[in-house]
């Protein structure tokens, strides 16, 4: 192999930042299809919000699993987004900032029988003595006879979001009623010890608000108008259709104050008016609340006093008649007093449709701020997107630097393969973006580009964090053996990557001439070494160049039976059937099955056996064919073209692990391992650790095969 981007890059993947868009299935979808699963960002990590303008609707996301009266007694937070959102449902630890969600290994159990397809709610309240929350879930079972159906049910997980209690048994029975999610519910031990802040909760005419060390006020500032003030006030009781309150009117008729406050006095000889606002959040409001009041001076109006309230008889409703009895003020109030000073008090519906000056709908009303742990819990009354356009709690988090905290969108899987569409490669890209987005929660793209330069391997290798994250299939070791492949200086770069998981895995078959074996008389490998050893030098093995995977397997060939071969090397990853079939320049060759497939289908070659381990061995059209190392000589003898998974140097091993469980869960679909077999290819999905060590067996066995002088 003299080319080592060949070799290092079979295939390559990135994460780049981008939402993931994908419209959630309803309950009645997933009812008439179960096995759509829903996407679910199952990975996510509060991170600051920067900019001047806060996004309120991702801030306040969350919904709380428990009573709001009981939060300040909790350290763990029930975050639960709603059914609207990308987002799944987590848990969060004020104290430790620790977030806590099920795993993607957890989303399938029982040897794939059962599968989380969506997750609804996780209770902070359901946490049971060892801190293990409940999960609500939905639930498809694949049936033994291939049928399908879906449920919810209950589980608990632990901290590592494996299932500790799962949410059905193997059998499909719920879990034993002492084991149950809400068997044993309390609040943490202790409570949650409070940290000490330099925040503090302020209020402007009974509104709360944060202010800094300096008195600065953190946004939402609390209204400076009581007006405002009182209208957030009455929309926080969550306001119910018919209910009323009392306003100011000119004599036009024209709305001075919106008819949201209590009873209000009439406007004095200054022109100015007393208003009043409850002083504090109450959902049952009493009449010892107490109350912030304020005098408001009034603009210059005049007119009114020759009118008087008159209730109409035909619809029960005040208005205004002049001395001639005329309607002036049509009757539309529910109550209405005398002009005093050019105003009026008067009662009406509460007005749905106004708005204080220049408030936008987008902003919270902060109900109640909460102190958990070394975190702000803000409880408002939102209404955005995501509460489908309606007043809803929602919950928001801040920490004691003042920053907002939003969950960071999982980005975009980008699979770039460098080669054009077709091949093997591709070929596997397109499985991972077919079945990951339900896993991973992300959308997944397959992009094509031309070979890689230095300078791209440079950037992929060393950069990328979490939100751009470089993945290579390549072959091991990393960085080749020294004085057999010869490229460009990136040994180092691809040793700084980290180990992901071993996607798959690809023998070779060693293939005869059919002519030649019936005349040789070789129908099987003890037939071929027995002739190799009674006539040394004399059989001819094709392979692809130096470097490559048919190289290694002629090496370990000679080496493990100490036979002795010629090898006829050809300049390409492979030779083709036809150095046999048409050339007749060799009597043997190592290549891939899908390589010699349709010459052994019409006879012109026989299979000896594959370099598959014969734990795993490789059939066509109903015939398995024999491993090579069934041979008592070659026992142990393996070879393999591996694509494994691999990650820049700054990547973030836990983004890492997520990656490499959902590849495990991916490669564990029956449709897959039926994809896998056809293509003559065994799937992965080891850990990290298991890809290292393969890759130490690999370095082994290169040295073993280059020790019977192969070159």
């Known amino acids: 192999m003299k080319r080592l981007y060949l070799v290092a890059a079979l295939l390559w993947l990135c994460i780049a930042l981008g939402r993931v868009h994908a419209a959630p299935p309803s309950y009645a979808d997933l009812y008439a ?27 306040f996301a969350f919904t709380v699993g428990i009573d709001p009266r009981l939060t300040d007694r909790l350290r763990w937070l029930g975050l639960n987004p709603g059914k609207n959102s990308e987002l799944a449902p987590a848990l969060f630890n004020a104290q430790s900032g620790q977030t806590l969600f099920l795993s993607s290994a957890a989303r399938s159990f029982c040897d794939g029988r059962w599968q989380v397809v969506r997750m609804d709610y996780v209770s902070a309240s359901s946490i049971n003595d060892t801190l293990q929350p409940g999960f609500k879930v939905w639930l498809v079972e694949r049936k033994p ?5 879906s449920t919810t049910a209950y589980g608990r997980i632990d901290s590592q979001g494996q299932w500790a209690v799962p949410p059905v048994t193997c059998d499909g029975l719920e879990p034993r009623d002492v084991d149950s999610p809400f068997a044993i519910s309390h609040l943490s031990p202790g409570g949650s010890e409070q940290m000490a802040s330099d925040l ?16 600065q006020w953190l946004p939402p500032v609390p209204p400076l108008d009581i007006t405002t003030a009182q209208w957030m006030a009455y929309k926080k009781q969550i306001v119910t259709p018919g209910s009323s309150g009392t306003g100011l009117i000119d004599a036009q008729g024209r709305m001075v104050i919106p008819f949201i406050f209590g009873n209000l006095p009439d406007a004095t000889a200054q022109k100015r008016i007393q208003l009043c606002t409850s002083g504090g959040w109450d959902s049952q409001r009493h009449t010892d609340t107490s109350r912030v009041c304020r005098w408001q001076r009034l603009r210059g109006s005049h007119g009114g006093a020759a009118l008087r309230p008159v209730k109409d008889a035909n619809t029960n409703r005040w208005g205004y008649q002049n001395a001639q009895g005329q309607w002036v003020i049509a009757p539309q109030f529910h109550e209405a007093r005398q002009f005093r000073h050019g105003y009026a008090v008067v009662a009406g519906a509460f007005p749905e449709d106004w708005r204080p000056p220049g408030w936008q709908d987008d902003w919270p009303m902060i109900r109640k701020f909460h102190r958990v742990g070394r975190y702000w819990v803000a409880e408002a009354l939102v209404r955005n997107a995501s509460t489908d356009g309606q007043w809803a709690i929602r919950f928001g988090l801040m920490n004691d630097a003042g920053q907002w905290l939003a969950p960071a969108p999982q980005p975009t899987l980008h699979i770039t393969v460098i080669f054009p569409p077709g091949g093997r490669s591709d070929h596997y890209a397109q499985m991972l973006a077919r079945h990951l987005p339900n896993l991973l929660g992300r959308n997944v793209q397959v992009d094509h580009k031309p070979p890689a330069t230095l300078a791209d391997y440079r950037q992929l290798t060393m950069e990328g964090g979490n939100a751009k994250v470089w993945l290579g299939a390549m072959m091991l070791p990393r960085g080749g053996i020294k004085d057999l492949h010869q490229g460009p200086p990136i040994e180092a770069l691809l040793q700084s990557l980290h180990p992901v998981t071993l996607l798959a895995s690809e023998p070779l078959v060693l293939v005869i001439d059919s002519e030649k074996a019936d005349t040789l008389g070789i129908h099987s490998t003890n037939d071929l070494l027995a002739y190799a050893r009674a006539h040394p030098g004399s059989l001819r093995i094709a392979t692809g160049d130096d470097g490559w995977i048919g190289h290694l397997a002629f090496g370990l060939l000679l080496s493990m039976s100490g036979v002795d071969m010629q090898r006829v090397v050809y300049k390409r990853m492979y030779p083709d059937s036809d150095v046999i079939t048409k050339e007749h320049a060799v009597e043997l060759l190592f290549a891939p099955a899908n390589g010699v497939k349709v010459a052994v289908e019409r006879g012109q070659l026989r299979v000896l056996g594959t370099t598959a381990d014969p734990m795993h061995p490789q059939s066509y059209q109903g015939v398995q064919w024999p491993t090579l190392a069934s041979n008592a000589s070659l026992a142990g003898y393996t070879a393999y073209n591996h694509f494994s998974l691999w990650a820049p140097a700054d990547s973030d091993p836990a983004s890492n692990r997520i990656l490499q469980e959902a590849v495990a869960q991916v490669l564990a679909k029956p449709e897959v391992r039926d994809y896998l077999r056809d293509i003559q290819a065994v799937g992965g999905g080891g850990t990290p650790e298991t890809l290292l060590e393969l890759e130490h067996q690999e370095y082994e066995r290169w040295m073993r095969a280059l020790s019977s002088s192969t070159r």
């Open 33 to 59: 299809d179960p096995g759509r699963a829903m996407p679910m960002q199952a990975n996510w990590q509060l991170q600051p919000v920067t900019g001047q303008v806060q996004p309120w609707k991702d801030i």
């Open 200 to 215: 503090h909760v302020d209020k402007v005419y009974a509104q709360h608000g944060l202010r800094d060390a300096q008195g």
């Open 145 to 149: 006879g291939g049928g399908l159906r």
